[in-house]
């Protein structure tokens, strides 16, 4: 083998590395995008869930106090003792 064959090999050994090395890279980019959307998608499901529970947590704790106001007027409590 000459030394001409050996670069001309050399440098296509080198052309296919770089190739691959760049697939691998992008599909790593788009598989890390992929997942960022997904862990967003989870936590904005999250909050939305959260924001549901604490509606519904004031909503009942006001209807609880207008419904133990209205009990304590409808059984003549008066304010004070």
Known sequence: ???AEFLASAGALVV???AIFKYLINQ???DRKFMEDRLTK???DYN???QNITNMMVDYSQ???E???WLK???GHKEGG
Request: charge should be positive; avoid cysteine; aromatic fraction near 0%.
């Open 1 to 3: 083998m000459t030394m």
């Open 16 to 18: 296919a590395v770089s």
């Open 28 to 30: 790593v980019r788009t």
């Open 42 to 44: 989870v936590l904005d």
């Open 48 to 50: 939305q869930s959260q």
């Open 63 to 65: 209807t609880s106090a």
């Open 67 to 69: 419904l133990l106001t």
């Open 73 to 75: 007027t409808k059984n």
